[in-house]
Every structure is written in C-alpha cells, then in structure tokens.
T-cell receptor, first 113, second 114 residues
Framework: GENVEQHPSTLSVQEGDSAVIKCTYS??????FPWYKQELGKGPQLIID?????GEKKDQRIAVTLNKTAKHFSLHITETQPEDSAVYFC????????????FGQGTELSVKP | DGGITQSPKYLFRKEGQNVTLSCEQN?????MYWYRQDPGQGLRLIYY???????QKGDIAEGYSVSREKKESFPLTVTSAQKNPTAFYLC?????????????FGEGSRLTVL
C-alpha cells in the first residue's frame, strides 16, 4: 500500500542553524505534499504544502522541495528559533482517494538556545 | 471561530468498555477523518467519511466504529475489541474529497485504558 518514510526521527540544532527533514513516498500518483507542525498536546497545523506541478516553494524561513523522479520531498527551516521546536510530519495524498493523507512517522526537532 | 472541536480531551476507560469520542466541525467541510497517534508511528488513518451517511475503513479500522449522520459530526467509538486502545486520537476535516485544500485538525483526545 501507500507509504511515506520520514527521516530523521529526532533532530537537534543550535539556534540560528538550518534544519532539514526528508521524506520519500511510494505512490507515484501522489500529487499533494503538506508539512504539519505539532506542538505538545495539540493537533498538527499546516505550515507549508506543495503540489506536484511545482519543484520548490518558500514561505519566509520555511521552504519545501520536491523531486518527483526520485519520489522524495524535503522541509528546510533556516535561522531556527527555539519556538520552532516541535514534531514535524510530512504527508502525501493523491486524487480519487477521498482526500486522505498518508503521514510519515514524524521528526522531533529541538532547537537549543 | 470556525474549527474542529474534539471531546473529551482526556478519557479513562476500564478494559472491556466501549467509549465514544466526539468530533464536531463548523467549517462546512464534506470530508472528515479519524487518525490515531502513537509515539514514533506518526498518524495512522482509522476511518474517513467523504459525505454524510457514507464512510470507509482506513488502515487500522479493526476495533473501531463510526457514524456520519450529520455533516458537522463524525463520532468515533472505540470498542472492547480494540486490543490496544490507549493512544492520542485526532479528528480532521477537509473542504472536499477531491484532494484539494488544507486538512484541519482538532486538538485531540487522549484515551487511557486502565
């Protein structure tokens, strides 16, 4: 079945450094790739997404890149701040599947002041 | 404010008891979803509904049941047949079932079986 693999499972960086989280997906028909941020005890919130007709998208300190040929996409956070500390999830979905998202396992990001 | 409301936030249950988790949305979304979250395993899909009076099994539906009698409501029942029900449960909704638009999540319900 469809699968999304996410790495690393934990990531620790110094404040101001960059953080990169990578995901690969198995279903070549996937065409929508969102990233969610989850703070402790709360529901995930969308931070950025990309569709398969675009290779890169940027929103201030956050960017996502997509390589359809290799079936992988990545989240890049620059100039990290302590408030970026959270669990990040990637996901993928395709048309005609009821809009359901398949999620990666999550990455716990810790930004040390 | 528009959003998704899950209740209760915390729930304790004895083994052998059924329990129902509530999910209500006022976003006028067609599609609703239930995910289960366990440490290190990401979010796994339990059930989803694309439209009122219709729902489909996700990847881990065994031991769970749902109903979708109203557009706004998608309750999840964790039955005694679910072998390991202790988890964090997340309800979500999306504007339509055509794979467009953001998936919005509720704040979650944490179920602990004693």
């Amino acid at each position: 079945g469809e699968n999304v693999e996410q790495h690393p499972s934990t990531l620790s960086v110094q404040e101001g450094d960059s953080a990169v989280i990578k995901c690969t997906y198995s279903d070549s028909a996937s065409n929508y790739f969102p990233w969610y941020k989850q703070e402790l005890g709360k529901g995930p919130q969308l931070i950025i997404d990309i569709r398969s007709n675009v290779g890169e998208k940027k929103d201030q300190r956050i960017a996502v890149t997509l390589n359809k040929t290799a079936k992988h996409f990545s989240l890049h956070i620059t100039e990290t701040q302590p408030e970026d500390s959270a669990v990040y999830f990637c996901a993928a979905s395709r048309n005609n599947q009821g809009g359901k998202l398949i999620f990666g396992q999550g990455t716990e990001l810790s930004v040390k002041p | 404010d528009g959003g998704i409301t899950q209740s209760p936030k915390y729930l304790f249950r004895k083994e052998g008891q059924n329990v129902t988790l509530s999910c209500e949305q006022n976003l006028n979304h067609d599609a609703m979803y239930w995910y289960r979250q366990d440490p290190g395993q990401g979010l796994r899909l339990i059930y989803y509904s694309q439209i009122v009076n219709d729902f489909q099994k996700g990847d881990i539906a065994e031991g769970y049941s749902v109903s979708r009698e109203k557009k706004e409501s998608f309750p999840l029942t964790v039955t005694s047949a679910q072998k390991n029900p202790t988890a964090f449960y997340l309800c979500a909704s999306r504007g339509d079932r055509r794979n467009t638009g953001e998936l919005f999540f509720g704040e979650g319900s944490r179920l602990t079986v004693l």
